[in-house]
Structure formats: structure tokens, C-alpha cells
């Protein structure tokens, strides 16, 4: 099974540093080849020997002039990611803050799992963060 996962962004640039420095395995390289402003990215963390990867995550200018309402909720397929741990966790929430993102829905635990939680990215697109391994 292939993943392919778009993000709009009001500003490509914004979001290509706010997903980078959050996820520091990503990468974006711009595709001049399409009539839009379009990002293709690498998740190494996502990557095995499968050409194409199994896992594509690209970035594209909002092709509307406005983000979604903040209070609708999460009214879309939201995509989560995952660190390692709940340190790692709280690492990168302390990143979505300080880059200009914002918690969408608190950390909670998930019995038996670990821990899951939402943010808005800069551009105002709900994700995702759970953890990998689980500590009682």
C-alpha cells in the first residue's frame, strides 16, 4: 500500500520550515514541472528500497484564499505521525508552539498504546502525534 498526502499552505515556505523542524527527517523539493506551486517531499523515517516510496507527503499552495474555520473541528482526514516516545512528543509540541502552531486537541493517553495528540500547523491544517512505544 502507498501513502500519498498532500498539505495546503497559504505560504509553501512557512510550511515546508514548520514540518521540517518539527519532523527534522523531511525534506521538500519544489517540482517546476506543474502549473502550481507544488513541493515535493521525502519522509526518511517513511522510506524503504519501494520506488516510488511508500510513503509520499508533498506540499501545495491553498489553492482558495481562505483555511477552514477553526471551529469546525477536525472535518477532514487528518494524517498522524509518529515519534519514538512521549519525550520526543513533548519535544515536538514544544517545536508546533514555538514555530507558530498550535494544540488543536491536548495529549492523551491511549490504553495499552501510548500517547496521541492534534495541532494546527501554521497554515491552520489539523495533524496528528502519537507515540511509538508506550510507558505505564
Not at 73 to 85: I, L, Q, R
Request: aromatic share 14%.
Amino acid at each position: 500500500m502507498h501513502l500519498y498526502i498532500e498539505i495546503q499552505a497559504t505560504i509553501p515556505s512557512r510550511a515546508i520550515t514548520f514540518y521540517t523542524t518539527i519532523f527534522p527527517s523531511w525534506s521538500f523539493q519544489k517540482d517546476d514541472s506543474l502549473p502550481i506551486e507544488y513541493y515535493r517531499g521525502t519522509l526518511s523515517q517513511f522510506s524503504s528500497s519501494s520506488s516510488p516510496p511508500a510513503t509520499a507527503i508533498n506540499i501545495l499552495k491553498r489553492p482558495v484564499p481562505q483555511t477552514p474555520d477553526p471551529m469546525q473541528g477536525t472535518n477532514a482526514f487528518v494524517c498522524s505521525f509518529p515519534v519514538e516516545d512521549e519525550t520526543a512528543f513533548d519535544i515536538l509540541q514544544g517545536k508546533v508552539l514555538e514555530l507558530g502552531g498550535k494544540i488543536a486537541m491536548e495529549k492523551f493517553p491511549v490504553p495499552g498504546r501510548g500517547w496521541h495528540g492534534y495541532f494546527l500547523d501554521t497554515e491552520g491544517n489539523t495533524f496528528g502525534v502519537f507515540t511509538t512505544t508506550y510507558r505505564e
